[in-house]
Every structure is written in C-alpha cells, then in structure tokens.
C-alpha cells in the first residue's frame, strides 16, 4: 500500500507577499490584478480578509465593497514560482516521485522513502516543520494511500496541519464530506448528483456504479473509484511532462477593441508569442483557432485548418484574423482574446510542400520571426515591433509571453495515465 | 519584486566562492563605513526571516565574541541582516 502526500500552501500568493510585508500581516490582504489593465480579480486573500467574506476569483471592485479596508497587492509571479521551486526541492529530498498540481500544490509518493525517513505521519510533520522555518510560509498536508484521499486531507484542516486518511478512518473522515469536495465534482455535477439523492462522498461510494455510468458516463465509474479510495493514479517522476497538445495565448486587453484594427493588433501580438513558443518546443500547427469575449462576456471559440503546418507569426495572426472577421459581426466592443494552434506536428518532420504557396517567402517569414526573437531576447521586448504596433501604443504594449497567465495541469489531462482497480479481475487496467 | 521592510537591511558583504561552490562570507561593510570581519562560520541553511521578511541561505557568523546572522536571498543575489 502507497503512502502519498498532498501539500497545499495555504493562500499560496497572499502569504508569500505577506512574507516580505510584516506591517501587513494584521490587515485583510488580497493578490489580485492590476486594476488599471482591467484583470482585476483577488487571485489568492489571508485568513482576514476571507473572514470578511473575500472569495477568490471575486472582482476587485466586490473585494472592497465586502471589506472596505482591504489591502490590494499586485501578483509576483515570478516570486511565487520562485517559492514552488524551493519547495518542490524540499519535497525532493524525500522522494523523486513529486508531481506539482498547479503553483501551490504537489503530491509525493514517498512510499520508498518510510523505512528511512519513519512513517507518512512522521514526514509529512517535517515538511510541514521545513517549509514554515525555511520558507516563511504555512502548508497543510494530507497523508493516505491514495492521491484523491490525500488532496481531501490538505484541505481539511487549515493552516499549518498534517492530516491523515487511513483505512481505520477513512469512512469517518471522509465519507461524510459534500460531493462536491470530490475532485472533479464541480457545481454541475453537484446539482445532478443531488438529484440522484446523493449529498456526501459515502452516499457516492455506495452508490451503484452502473447506475452512475449510465447517468453520468465514464466520469460516474472514476467518482466512485475516486470515492472508495481504490484510485490507483501513480504520482509522476519529477522529470515527467505531459505531452503538449496546443500552444496558446490569450489575454484581456488594457481597453476594449473596437475597430478592425484594434483587433488585428492584439492577433498579432497574440500570435508572435504564439509562433515564437512553437518554435521553441519544436513544434508547428495544423490547426489554428480563436476565442473572443465581448464586454458583456458572450464569448466563442473556432478554429480552421492552417493552410500548411506553421509555426510563423504572419501566418498565424492572418489566420486568426480571417476566422475572426467571418464569425464575428463586431456588434459589440470585444473584452479579451486569444489564439491557439492546434493539432500539432514536428516542426522538423518532412514536410510535403506543393505548388500554391510560396515556400520561399514563407522561410524569409520563418527567419524574420527568428531574428526579431534574437533582438527582442538580447536587446529588450519592446526594441522592435510591427509597424501595426505603432498606431496604437497603449494596445501594443503587451508582452504576451513574458506576462504570465498560469493554466493549471488538469488530473485527466494525460488522459491514458488514470489508474483504476478492474474490480472482476483484480487487476489495473488503464482508463482514459 | 522584493520589498524592503524597516527591520530588512541589505549590506554589503566580501564573499570568497570556493572552488566546491560554497560561498563563504569573510567581511561585513556598514553604511557608516564601519567594517567588521567574520571569524567563523558556523551553520549555514535556508531559513526565513519573518522579521525581515524574507527568505535565503541563513549564515551563523562569529564576529569576535558576537553571533550573527547573515541572509543570503538568492532570489534576488543580495545580502540583508535583521534589524532589531
């Protein structure tokens, strides 16, 4: 039987800043962003200001109206990947079966490491010692057999708290905890599951699979593997990497678009970090797609087919550009946008070129990216620019790569990596 | 982006890099220009400061008969004290 931790930071970005502003540690603090480009939502809060009702992904206009003197901090991402790094080498030191879950969470098998390091108990109260003296920041950590029991120990005492799931108290534990709890199990499923009458994790476990498969599909089956702890999930090497299956950028302008113009200035943007990421990691795209977001938040997505696989600026804002215009009828200012490339392919594999394109002004494409790359990364980002740039500055100074926006890693996202018990032969069998 | 609270002091410190890669602080140079060298190192690991706010490889310094801490904030490559 696996001994797995689940390590959670508590309020991860507000008690980093927190760290490095001791006269703020009395006041309700929020991390949230930028007010004056518009992204502002509270991205993490401390235990004050979460007393006085602030919720996460709250505006930061609602933040204050629940608490008028509430401190607003702009994120640090670099700081916090900072700290994720620092912690992960700690975890490290138990274990190289260490799988990070997003900036603030990590699981660590340390299954191997209990006959030298003492019990999951016993390790999981030194890390928890380790990151509070050497870092300055509280986690909780859940121990169990299981990755999903352990994610529901993190969480259920907070902060600076070890809590173990075992066979012995499990049922007592965490059976009687809201479905919804459950990864996976999202307001939707909730409601859903609610009128199936099932309300807690026990009533889920108990329930009979096949009913939940026809209700729910393959998802009912997980949940009720996920609710019995017979998860079987291996928690990833450190060096694994999930295969990557589209390259995007997305972002919220510093002001609405309005014209054409505004919008083909951001799809360039947009698609040069785009372009530039492909090349980086060796691959080109066959399908390029868009999603937009007007101001009153109606959004849609489409995508087409690239002409060739590309992995070129020009082509790929055109692209975008083109699938803009024919689905959108600009009735309204436009929010935020993005770009994607899709299935994609080796950029080095062969590639079958034909008559209608002209290949060779394509590599001049293909060379001026690589060079306007080199400049940008030795001289500055904003030392060269598209003409286009110039008749808007507010709008083109954007730097789309180097302004993080995080997307976490979701449990299924390596779809065939999902272990679950084959209950009739007691065997694994791989699920996805 | 690091902050700098009332009791963080960042310093100027003389540093000898060994050939194993471990960084030895030998000198410490206040503000006023006042220097005191450092006997001996005695620990030396990652700790935070809740009172500077901040975290880095703590240094346990002899000066003549006083002990001190130096931090390391490898975040940023600088050196700070705790003020008391």
Redo the contacts between chains.
């Keep these: 039987m696996r001994t797995i931790l689940h390590i959670d930071m508590n309020s991860c970005y507000a008690n980093i800043e927190l760290?490095?502003?001791?006269?703020l540690r009395d006041r309700p603090v929020a991390v949230g962003g930028d007010p004056e480009q518009r992204h502002g939502i509270v991205l993490a809060k401390n235990q004050l200001a979460k007393r006085a009702g602030v919720k996460t992904a709250m505006a930061l206009w609602e933040a204050r109206q629940a608490c008028p003197d509430i401190v607003f901090l702009p994120p640090?991402y670099?700081?916090y990947l900072?700290f994720s790094r620092?912690a992960g080498e700690i975890y490290g030191e138990y274990t190289d079966l260490r799988e990070p879950f997003g900036i603030d969470e990590c699981w660590a098998d340390v299954s191997d490491s209990t006959s030298v390091r003492g019990d999951g108990l016993r390790i999981a109260e030194e890390i928890r010692r380790r990151i509070?003296?050497?870092?300055?920041?509280t986690v909780s950590i859940g121990v169990s057999w299981n990755k999903i029991f352990a994610k529901l120990g993190s969480d259920y005492k907070k902060p600076d708290a070890v809590t173990v799931i075992s066979r012995e108290n499990y049922r007592s534990v965490v059976w009687p905890l809201p479905a919804s709890d459950l990864l996976y199990v999202g307001p939707a499923m909730t409601r859903k599951l609610r009128g199936l009458g099932i309300r807690t994790i026990g009533e889920l476990a108990a329930a009979d699979p096949v009913l939940l498969t026809g209700v729910f599909g393959k998802i009912g089956l997980v949940l009720h593997v996920f609710a019995n702890g017979e998860d079987l999930t291996p928690v990833n090497n450190e060096f694994y990497e999930t295969p990557v299956k589209s390259i995007g950028n997305s972002t919220t302008t510093p002001r609405d678009l309005v014209t054409e113009e505004d919008v083909r200035i951001t799809l360039y943007i947009l698609a040069e970090s785009v372009a530039e990421r492909l090349k980086d990691n060796g691959f080109k795209g066959r399908m390029i797609g868009i999603s937009v977001r007007d101001s009153e938040l109606w959004g849609f997505t489409r995508q087409c087919r690239a002409e060739r696989p590309t992995d070129i600026s020009t082509e790929i804002a055109e692209t975008a550009f083109r699938l803009f215009r024919d689905n959108y009828s600009c009735e309204r200012p436009i929010r935020s946008i993005g770009v994607r490339a899709g299935d994609l392919v080796d950029a080095n594999a062969p590639d079958q070129t034909d008559l209608f394109h002209d290949e060779i002004l394509r590599d001049k494409l293909r060379r001026t990216d690589i060079a306007v790359g080199d400049i940008r990364r030795r001289f500055g980002f904003y030392t060269i620019q598209r003409g286009l740039m110039y008749c808007d500055p507010q709008l083109s100074h954007v730097n789309a790569r180097e302004d993080h926006i995080i997307h976490p890693h979701g449990y299924f996202e390596d779809g065939n990596r999902v272990f679950m018990p084959d209950r009739s032969a007691g065997q694994y069998i791989k699920h996805g | 982006?690091?902050?700098i609270?009332?009791?963080k002091k960042y310093i100027q410190v003389n540093v000898d890099y060994m050939p194993d890669g471990r960084m030895i602080p030998r000198r410490v140079t206040w503000e006023d220009g006042h220097s005191y060298e450092i006997d001996r190192v005695t620990d030396q690991?990652?700790?935070?400061?809740?009172?500077a706010?901040?975290?880095g490889i703590r240094y346990t310094c002899r000066v003549g008969r006083q002990t001190c801490h130096l931090f390391y904030e490898d975040?940023v490559g600088r050196w700070f004290v705790e003020l008391k």
Excluded: C, F, N, W
Excluded at chain 1, 19 to 23: F, G, H, I, S, V
Excluded at chain 1, 132 to 137: I, T
Excluded at chain 2, 45 to 51: C, D, E, G, T, Y
């Design positions: 760290l490095y502003r001791p006269e640090d670099p700081k900072y620092i509070r003296a050497e870092l300055g920041v | 982006m690091v902050e609270s009332p009791q690991r990652r700790a935070a400061s809740l009172k706010g901040g975290t975040m």
